[in-house]
């Protein structure tokens, strides 16, 4: 990797022929990208889980009625027991990977706690975020071998995609920002 190339705070795309279960039709948030390899979180596969199921695993009383439907995304094939919460702003939570100034990526789980909890003038969640199990990795140089064989697209993220966007139009809104429509593409384009 150049020291000058980060996909850190990019979306990665997957192109129509990726066939891997894992990343088919998938946009990925790349939390963090240098020599060793990158960290992502995928960010439109919901999973059939709440929130309300989430905090029952971890004996947290939701006393936010809001907070009991939202949503739980399967945010890639590594450590799938593990709960990754990509959020804005940063805040200061227990164990949090800083994105941006104002994107963190938290393990910990005050920050459940809360969301949970929801807003009040002792509690302050973070305003936008995306709850995941899992996330996705790539060892050194994978994801830039793999952008090189058009496996994937790449873009600098939007706020927009990332926490407004529905999570059913995301994987054609991000490729919408570079121009393509992802359903004209084929599935066999490749290098010649």
């Known amino acids: 990797m150049s020291e000058t190339f980060s996909l850190t705070n ?57 907070a009991e439907a939202y949503p739980i995304y399967e945010g890639g ?27 963190g990526l938290t393990m910990s789980q005050d920050i459940i706690q809360a969301i949970a909890e929801g807003y009040d003038a002792d509690n302050k969640p973070p305003e936008k975020f995306i709850i995941t199990l899992g996330y996705a990795g790539w060892g050194e140089d994978q994801i830039e071998d793999e952008i090189a064989e058009n496996v994937w697209l790449n873009v600098p993220a939007t706020h927009d995609i990332l926490f407004n966007t529905p999570v059913e139009q995301r994987w054609s809104a991000a490729a919408a920002t570079l121009g393509i429509n992802l359903q004209q593409l084929s599935t066999d384009i490749g290098h010649g």
């Open 10 to 66: 990019h979306f990665i795309i997957a192109m129509p022929s990726l066939n891997d279960p894992n990343f088919e039709k998938s946009v990925s948030y790349i939390c963090e990208h240098n020599n060793e390899g990158a960290m992502g979180i995928v960010i439109n596969r919901p999973l059939d889980l709440t929130f309300t199921d989430l905090c029952d695993q971890l004996d947290i009383e939701i006393t936010d009625p809001e």
């Open 77 to 103: 094939p590594v450590e799938t027991e593990r709960g990754f919460i990509l959020h804005t702003p940063v805040g200061e939570w227990d164990s949090t990977l800083m994105v941006t100034k104002d994107i």
